[in-house]
């Protein structure tokens, strides 16, 4: 959805209905022929983003690969869309479109939260993560930490979302590890940590 991009690019706030139209090169008409306001073309904008990042992580899950190069794999495809979000977005949707929020949050407790402590547990199957870990309760911190990517009070405007989205990752991975998977996650870390965020 054309909308969507713009809208990550440049903030949603900041963008009104005729930016929009210059942008997607379309009329404001043709536009209201979809949606009735503002407010209805962030939420399916959304909701469209939730059904393609669903897509791409079950994508990443039907490769059957480890748990760690699966949560590697999903990280690519996170820290792409990071690279392109406006640091306000997160905070637009927060005060200006509950609708939306309300749907990005619903789409973090069900689809996210599923893949999260599912990963957990396969790592843990295959000897990779830790034996002892509390799957819910490090489900929980991962999703906490969702919200902070795009906080600016935490982290200034030089550091991308991308980069504390990715550092962030590399913590999660090793607190999961267990000596077989840092072992594991050592090489991997060498060999691909610096194209992630080049890409």
């Known amino acids: 959805m054309g909308a969507l991009q713009v809208f990550m690019k440049y903030g949603i706030r900041s963008v009104t209905m005729d930016d929009l139209a210059r942008h997607l090169g379309v009329s404001k008409k043709t536009i209201y022929k979809y949606v009735s306001d503002k407010k209805e073309l962030v939420l399916k904008g959304m909701e469209y983003h939730h059904e393609m990042e669903t897509c791409a992580i ?31 977005v997160m905070y637009d949707l927060q005060k200006y479109y509950p609708e939306a929020m309300t749907s990005f949050q619903q789409y973090k407790m069900t689809v996210v939260k599923d893949w999260v402590s599912s990963n957990m547990q396969r790592g843990i199957d295959q000897g990779l993560y830790r034996d002892d870990l509390n799957i819910p309760i490090l489900t929980g911190v991962y999703l906490a930490r969702m919200d902070d990517f795009f906080n600016r009070d935490l982290f200034p405007e030089e550091i991308s979302s991308a980069e504390v989205y990715l550092e962030t990752f590399r913590y999660h991975i090793r607190g999961l590890a267990s000596e077989k998977g840092i072992e594991y996650l050592k090489e991997k870390v060498k060999k691909h940590s610096k194209q992630i965020i080049k890409k």
């Not at 490769?63 to 690279?83: H, W």
């Open 58 to 88: 079950d994508s990443c899950i039907k490769i059957g690969q480890n748990a760690i190069d699966e949560n590697f794999e999903i990280s690519k495809v996170i820290v792409g869309q990071l690279k392109n979000v406006h640091p306000s």
